[in-house]
């Protein structure tokens, strides 16, 4: 009974799950740009591809400000301290910033952060963060980090994606602060595996 009820509901849940975008963003059922991106993980760099990822499972693709500032430290750790919940949903965790990949080697092994669980790519020139329809903007000049270095890079709007393994967008979560961000895409990746396990079609 409790089974049946779930799965009556389950279409309504997602429905406000996945209602949630960011102001000139994708949406839902848009196709997710494929990209390819030089990235670090535990502080080694390697050449990540959104494509070779969704083969295992749905990819949360989180674009944030910059490395060492204080929203994306908190989002950072968020992300880090909730990635096995994100596994048992059978999703992955790619951060995207127009970081340099010297400043993401280091933001990826910090332990404060990323801890060396989340993996961070380099969109240097902002080109997939446009391709995603997302804002990108200067930072003023002068502007330091959270260690006090100074930023030499852009800024993207903070958004995230949850890209399901046929390259569709299926919820895009944005204006929420860095911790519900990674709240909310972690409800939305629970809910996706849920609806896999019963059958029910999105």
Do not use: W
Not at 2 to 14: E, M, S, T, V, Y
Not at 138 to 155: L, S
Not at 192 to 202: C, F, I, N, V, Y
């Amino acid at each position: 009974m409790k089974h049946r009820i779930f799965k009556a509901a389950l279409p309504a849940l997602l429905f406000a799950l996945l209602a949630l975008p960011a102001a000139a963003a994708l949406k839902e059922g848009d196709a997710a740009p494929d990209f390819n991106l030089k990235a670090s993980l535990a502080g080694k760099d390697f050449n990540y591809s959104l494509k070779e990822s969704l083969k295992k499972g749905p990819v949360v693709v989180y674009f944030y400000p910059s490395a060492y500032t204080g929203g994306c430290n908190i989002q950072a750790h968020s992300f880090a301290v909730n990635t096995e919940k994100f596994a048992a949903a059978g999703a992955s965790i790619v951060g995207v910033s127009l970081d340099s990949i010297a400043r993401l080697n280091v933001f990826s092994a910090d332990p404060e952060y990323c801890a060396g669980k989340v993996a961070v790519a380099s969109d240097a020139g902002g080109k997939v963060a446009k391709a995603f329809d997302l804002n990108v903007t200067d930072i003023p000049a002068g502007r330091k980090d959270t260690r006090g270095v100074e930023i030499d890079h852009a800024r993207v709007e903070r958004t995230t994606f949850i890209v399901t393994p046929d390259g569709k967008v299926a919820a895009t979560v944005g204006d929420l602060t860095p911790a519900a961000n990674v709240e909310k895409a972690l409800e939305v990746v629970q809910a996706l595996a849920k609806a896999r396990a019963t059958g029910t079609r999105l």
